[in-house]
């Protein structure tokens, strides 16, 4: 058994991802053909989750999918990269959330249409805290709100760290903050009152999260540790599909932080972002890396 591996629980989204490449969006009454496609599970908990096993290490994700067709397809994907799943509601008749993406083939850029976790949140028992036994870390990408709240207040009692995944503000995130050890935002996180990146770190400073990164995009990382500014920057490459890529820095940087300071688990993680970027998709980066 390898020493080295750990175990992580992200609990949030899943869906299921249809990607297509194309010359460009369609408009108003438009049809493309696309110059290729891949259906594969998606969503930040399940993405990042993903990129945390892909990197060694045992992945398990709690999410709502239910016994819908769709879902079987989520968890025949999940399986190929073993990522455990946990169901928050395995009763689920309705169909788990799916996302349709296109990505502009020549700067891979995408746009995207989907339904998030509103519609299918779970209660804030729907998850055994005995799963936190062997669990290293944790990220909450705020999607289950109410389960999250809990697994974070038992997750804080047994010193497990959390790491937020702060992609947009979601009421309900103000009770999750003071557990957090890490948030690693996007820079279209705002909470309440926050219109820039000066005040979402004091907002969630005050909070009392010592480490804080916003990342944006190709341009450099800012990010507030130990009291002190700074600012990484980001390997440049032409971008084939940028879908996914927050999600898998932040499964990557789960993997880096328990092994290095903030910062150089930040500029890692960067690293194996930029390089899904490549690809099609948020896997086809996997044989690379590992090779």
Known sequence: MN????????????????????????????????VDSTIIAGGPAANAAVAFGSLGNAAVLGAVLGNHPIARLIHADLAEYNVKVIDLEPGRSDSPPVSSIIVTETTGDRAVISINATKSQAGSQAINPDVLASVNIVLIDGHQIAASQEIARIAKSKNISIVLDGGSWKPGLEEILPFVEWAICSDNFYPPDCHNSQQVFACLSAAGISNIAITRGERPIEY????????????????????????IFHGAFCHYILQANFTNALAAAAKVATDSCKFLGTRKWIKNWQT
Request: hydrophobic letters at 40%.
């Open 3 to 34: 020493a080295d591996r750990k175990t992580g629980l992200f609990l949030g989204l899943a869906t299921l991802d249809l990607v297509y490449l194309a010359e460009k969006p369609p408009g108003e009454n438009q049809k493309v053909v696309a």
């Open 224 to 247: 507030f540790s130990n009291n002190t500014y700074g600012s990484l920057e980001i390997p440049q490459i032409q971008a084939v599909d940028t879908s996914g890529a927050g999600d």
